[in-house]
């Protein structure tokens, strides 16, 4: 099992430049996928130096299509860890000059925007040219006008209203479906044949308007792992904004702490802004927090990290507690994507769920419902 191992990992290094021998290494489909995504890069570097060139079609310059050369760095992306899709990128921009495909405001409008477009560019900004600066953010507005028009109505829903059980509504809403109420008025109508209960007229609550503001902190980290919680925590950010019973403070952080409070209303500058990479202090981001609390028992602070605290934990630990002890509401996010993927530090998760904060992996719209839950 060693010696296949090893074999395996000879084959991967070596690429289709591998001896033949090597192709009886046991190379799962996965690998495969690795190989490919090795290859479409490092075999312009013997291509380069007019050595060893693989079948017609199969090399050359650098892909003369941006949009191959975009799909090769979203699934790099998935298939490798970010420390190592971080030096791969490295590599292709600066010794295979891949930004220079990107260097085209024309080819950049004609690409569909997407959010995996949308974080190539965010992750290549610093290396694009200022001729493309009007290009990349029509981009990332039209992105975030797609997931604004998505989540909204959801934060709305449940933050400017909450349900009143002693008024009813007429306007059916999953949200304000009343389940006990409903089986109550309808269990007149139960089959006792069929053993089930026949709904005839469901029951909603109607809302009633918040009167009082919360402060809501968002506390985002923005190391290189977590650029889709960036990405839609700017547009959290620029929702709750917009919300009269909300008070919004936006920081973001990742060895230093940035208050971006003053422009949370917009997330497209929000995201042209952030620096993303580098290492995570999350405990000074918190203390940073800690300044901002002015009615205690009427403040959320929201943390959105993987909690992969870079530096010693005491510091986090003790302004969790110092808050929890406060009466500040903390939250923890472990993911604020779609997807929802839950890939944090649950040692580091756990300790602060004993210094009282709530922690949960969660998409935007439910992170919508639990907000509501917190500052009912």
């Not at 053993?195 to 918040?210: D, G």
Request: with cysteine; charged share 25%; proline share 5%.
């Amino acid at each position: 099992m060693a010696d296949q191992e090893m074999l395996r990992r000879w084959r991967l290094v070596l690429g289709r430049y591998a001896a033949p021998s090597l192709d009886h290494a046991t190379m799962t489909e996965r690998d495969r996928l690795l190989d490919q995504s090795l290859d479409y890069l490092y075999s312009r570097e013997y291509e380069g130096r007019g050595m060893l060139r693989g079948p017609a079609g199969s090399g050359g310059s650098l892909d003369s299509s941006v949009i191959t050369a975009i799909d090769w760095l979203q699934r790099t992306r998935k298939l490798f860890p970010q420390e190592v899709f971080e030096r791969i990128q490295h590599h292709a921009v600066d010794r295979y000059h891949m930004a220079d495909l990107l260097q085209d405001p024309a080819v950049l409008r004609s690409l569909e925007p997407n959010q995996a477009l949308a974080r190539t560019l965010l992750g290549l900004r610093g290396r694009l040219s200022a001729e493309v600066k009007d290009a990349v953010q029509d981009i990332i507005r039209k992105v975030v006008d797609d997931i604004n028009r998505r989540l909204r109505p959801q934060f709305v829903t449940a933050l400017v209203g909450r349900r009143n059980r002693f008024r009813r509504s007429q306007i059916p809403s999953a949200q304000n479906f009343d389940p006990r109420a409903t089986i109550a008025a309808n269990l007149r109508h139960f089959d006792t044949a069929s053993k089930r209960l026949v709904i005839e007229r469901p029951i909603f609550n109607a809302r009633v308007k918040r009167t009082l503001p919360w402060d809501v902190i968002l506390c985002v980290d923005q190391s290189g792992s977590m650029l889709d919680s960036v990405m839609y925590s700017a547009v959290v950010a620029g929702i709750l904004s917009s919300l009269p019973t909300v008070n919004v403070r936006l920081v973001v952080f990742d060895t230093s702490v940035v208050d971006l409070s003053h422009m949370a209303a917009d997330p497209v500058q929000v995201l042209l802004t952030v620096q993303l990479g580098g290492g995570t202090d999350i405990g000074r981001a918190l203390q940073y927090c800690e300044t901002l609390v002015r009615t205690p028992h009427r403040t959320v602070v929201a943390l959105i990290s993987d909690f992969e605290e870079g530096a010693l934990p005491g510091p986090l630990l003790a302004s969790v507690q110092r808050l929890s002890e406060a009466r500040v509401k903390t939250l923890g996010l472990a993911a604020l994507d779609e997807r929802a993927q839950p890939v944090y530090d649950r040692a580091m998760a756990q300790k602060l769920a004993g210094r009282g904060m709530e922690i949960a992996a969660l998409t935007p719209s439910h992170f919508a419902e639990w907000l509501a839950e917190v500052m009912g």
